[in-house]
């Protein structure tokens, strides 16, 4: 095969290339220039929050964004840094150091890139939803929990990263509140939940962060009031781009050391930004019309999170809100994403000076916001009132982001979902033993009584035939008054597995050295190749491998006459 067709590898800024315009141009600088502004804020409070600082947050945005925009699958995907990484990232750095989250955030990209060669782009997007909401739900919490230190000015300088210990720091802190920093923290908050009252274009967090910068300005100025902290006196802004340079290990560690203890953070790195880019391109799809190509956004997201760590960036996705501002804007093509960068990257370059007058409270009241509309809360009230399977899902999956992490909360809530996916594929499937007479069903016809042939009876199996069903038919059989010609039933098994192949082998051999004959009925062509493979219909033979149960029927009348003739 041609290793281009094998490789699905197609972004939408190349094809959008082909049949540009003025128009197109157009609508794209307008589109850009707006969410660029909309990422302002975002961008420098996600790095703050991570644990960086604001400058590595905007340039995740500038080579992530316009990497993600040139080569990604969706036409109108705005990639950077996003509020769902925040714990992971936090947590990397106080484990790894710098140095770690860099290599880290590589081994995703790869593995992302990796992913989207082998196809595996649909499949991502059938994470389980209880799993989705519970983990983005766990992950506003804490990042509403990170910001009470800025919000309210407690003056915190070593919070506990465990979310007990922070939260029983804070109420013991709750005494050293500074009222000027709580009233910008939460005016900003008001500020930004009512902006889009009287203004749909204005971005509110960039509405709060502008008032609030010029309230801290006055207050500070020609108020005496120094006591609001600003980006300028925590963070140390750069003077133009920053350098590349190669990551370094860990203090002590060899690369093969490093690798193996950052693995399970890469893998859920790269999972989350798997899962959160496909979810913002699919919502995108359904506004504008439009089809992404999942396998290419993947390595388009695995290409920039490669790239980003040489500049000091963070690990970056695609964005949703930012996504859906670019549409919303009149964005038409890819090209609307890399005006977004050049925004930021204008920012970086010449206004690094009013970025440090940014007060903390109003960044944590946007990181605030953030966390609220991240949380979900009115899904999670819905889902509570539907399926008791996926609530328990969703609320194992948030509480054990919470307390404990994402990569244990992700392992936990897929082994769930699984186990209680197929408990109830075990309730919906059935088998039973028929004897003397059977009704069959005909779709849109009148059901028909069939006779069944003297010394015969027939297993029928409803559903997927895997393992638990599997033990179920051996059980079934074992306890079972044998006749001498058994037919077994499969025209609504769709699948069958190792364990379902190896039980039913048991059970035609364990027929056979009986004397029993073994009739199979009904079977799909895709299990019928499975059957094949294992070499079951030859052990049965041919002859008795029936299309239907009126044939599987006369062929057991057929094999009891013979019978009836030896004795």
Not at 512 to 526: A, F
Request: proline share 4%; hydrophobic share 50%; glycine share 10%.
């Amino acid at each position: 095969m041609n290793a281009k067709k094998m490789i699905d590898f197609h972004p939408k800024f190349f094809d959008a290339m082909k049949s540009y315009s003025r128009d197109k141009f157009a609508a794209d600088v307008m589109a850009g220039i707006i969410v660029g502004i909309v990422a302002i804020p975002l961008a420098i409070a996600f790095g703050i929050a991570s644990g960086v600082g604001p400058a590595e947050g905007l340039m995740t945005a500038v080579i992530a964004g316009v990497l993600i925009s040139m080569f990604g699958g969706s036409k109108v995907q705005i990639g950077g840094p996003t509020g769902a990484f925040i714990v992971i990232i936090y947590g990397v750095i106080q484990q790894f150091g710098l140095g770690g989250l860099a290599i880290a955030t590589i081994m995703a990209g790869i593995i992302l890139v990796v992913m989207g060669l082998c196809r595996l782009g649909t499949i991502i997007k059938f994470m389980p939803y209880p799993i989705i909401i519970g983990f983005t739900g766990g992950i506003a919490i804490t990042i509403f929990s990170t910001q009470i230190n800025d919000l309210f000015g407690l003056g915190l300088t070593d919070v506990p990263a465990n979310f007990i210990d922070k939260w029983i720091l804070y109420i013991k802190s709750m005494g050293n509140i500074d009222w000027w920093s709580a009233g910008m923290g939460i005016l900003s908050v008001v500020l930004i939940a009512s902006t889009p009252k009287f203004s749909k274009k204005v971005p509110g967090s960039l509405l709060a962060i502008v008032v609030m910068t010029i309230a801290a300005y006055l207050l500070k100025e020609f108020g005496g009031v120094t006591s609001i902290k600003t980006i300028g006196d925590l963070y140390t802004l750069p003077e133009g781009l920053p350098t590349p340079t190669v990551p370094s290990l860990p203090e002590g560690e060899t690369l093969f050391a490093t690798i193996q203890n950052l693995a399970p953070v890469a893998f859920t790195i790269a999972m989350l930004g798997a899962i959160e880019s496909l979810l913002s391109a699919m919502v995108a799809d359904g506004v504008i019309g439009d089809r992404h190509n999942s396998n290419t956004e993947l390595i388009g997201q695995g290409i920039a999170n490669i790239a980003v760590p040489f500049f000091g960036g963070i690990p970056a996705t695609g964005a949703i809100a930012r996504t859906m501002a670019n549409i919303n804007n009149g964005g038409k093509t890819p090209v609307a994403g890399i005006v977004h960068t050049l925004v930021l990257l204008l920012v970086l370059l010449f206004l690094g000076g009013l970025v440090k007058l940014i007060p903390m409270p109003c960044l944590a009241g946007v990181l605030v916001m953030v966390s609220y509309n991240m949380s979900g809360w009115r899904t999670i009230l819905s889902m509570c009132k539907s399926s008791v399977s996926g609530t328990s899902v969703l609320f194992v999956t948030l509480l054990l982001t919470v307390f404990f992490d994402l990569t244990l909360a992700i392992e936990v809530g897929l082994v769930m979902a699984i186990m209680l996916f197929m408990k109830r594929a075990m309730e919906s499937a059935h088998i039973s033993v028929i004897r003397d007479e059977m009704e069959v069903h005909h779709d849109g016809e009148k059901d028909e009584i069939l006779t069944i042939p003297a010394n015969t009876e027939v297993f029928e199996i409803e559903g997927p035939f895997f393992f638990g069903i599997a033990n179920k038919f051996d059980e079934l059989t074992r306890n079972t008054d044998a006749m001498p010609i058994r037919v077994v039933r499969m025209r609504k098994v769709t699948f069958i597995d190792a364990t379902g192949l190896h039980n039913l082998e048991i059970f035609i051999n364990a027929s056979q050295k009986e004397g029993r004959v073994v009739i199979l009925s009904g079977v799909h062509d895709n299990v019928a190749k499975s059957l094949k493979k294992a070499g079951i219909v030859n052990l049965v033979g041919e002859q008795n491998v029936c299309s239907d149960i009126h044939n599987a029927l006369q062929r057991a009348a057929e094999v009891g006459a013979v019978v009836s003739q030896q004795v």
